[in-house]
């Protein structure tokens, strides 16, 4: 993970929250010693289709959310 204040790429995690949805991470950079707070999102738990036609509604489906990235 990159330190956003000075770019290094070595850091260390030193809290971690689990949401129901998301887990929050702090991490301190190895570098400069600053905090900073990541963000991870699970993603919604959705079952294989089996069929093309199922395929093809998920991706439209999939097509109308909005994307947090
Ligand atoms: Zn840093």
């Excluded at 738990?45 to 909005?66: S, W």
Aim: proline share 4%; aromatic share 8%.
């Amino acid at each position: 993970m990159k330190c956003p204040f000075c770019g290094c790429m070595s850091s260390s995690v030193v809290r971690t929250e689990k949401l129901t949805l998301e887990v929050i991470r702090v991490r301190q950079c190895d570098s400069c010693r600053n905090y900073w707070e990541t963000r991870e999102s699970f993603e919604r738990k959705v079952t294989p289709p089996q069929k093309a036609e199922e395929r093809i509604q998920m991706n439209l489906f999939e097509a109308g959310d909005d994307k947090e990235d």
